[in-house]
């Protein structure tokens, strides 16, 4: 049966906005703790994320060979299957091998940001007297130069620079989700 009173069933919508807001600002404290103790702890923080690819890895291979079995031929199914055993094979290299993962992780980490820097210095000297592009080359210069902080300061760069940058990375998710989630609150009371 509808309801004669048309605000009834908005102050029933603002209770669950309420009740979602509140679970998302649950969220973003949780973000905002674990991306400080990650900035504190960058070593621990890095080697669960080697840890965390370890097992990506694995499950990866895991899909691989499973979907090698799907049809498509002999050639398809020997491709899946080396594939796979690669994906396996390095999963158990990072779980076996933490310390040495997150090295390798540190410099193909650190190669992505360099080409980051690249392609946003390309971009720059396409775009530039455009409206904007000025930005492009500030964000290539310190993309270049936190690519090579990582890369000329490897091996020993190994032991803060994935779990800072995933520390930072958790600590501004966490922001930016509890402002949203206040901005919703401030809304559903207004």
Do not use: D
């Amino acid at each position: 049966m509808a309801s004669t009173n048309p605000t009834q069933g908005l102050s029933g919508a603002a209770s669950v906005v309420k009740k979602a807001s509140g679970l998302y600002i649950g969220m973003a404290v949780v973000f905002i703790i674990l991306g400080i103790l990650a900035i504190v702890e960058p070593t621990v923080a890095g080697l669960a994320v080697t840890i965390l690819v370890g097992w990506l890895l694995i499950f990866g291979g895991a899909a691989h060979l499973v979907a090698a079995f799907s049809g498509g031929g002999a050639g398809r199914v020997i491709w899946q299957v080396l594939i796979g055993i690669v994906f396996i094979a390095g999963g158990i290299y990072y779980l076996t091998h933490p310390l040495l993962g997150l090295g390798t992780l540190t410099l193909l980490l650190a190669v992505i940001i360099l080409m980051a820097a690249l392609f946003e210095l390309i971009a720059y000297f396409g775009s530039r007297g455009a409206a904007g592009s000025g930005w492009l080359l500030m964000n290539a210069i310190i993309t270049l130069f936190l690519g090579g902080l990582i890369w000329f300061h490897w091996p020993s760069s190994t032991v803060w620079a994935i779990g800072t940058l995933v520390g930072v990375n958790l600590l501004m998710t966490g922001i930016s989700r509890l402002m949203l989630g206040l901005a919703a609150r401030k809304l559903v009371s207004a």
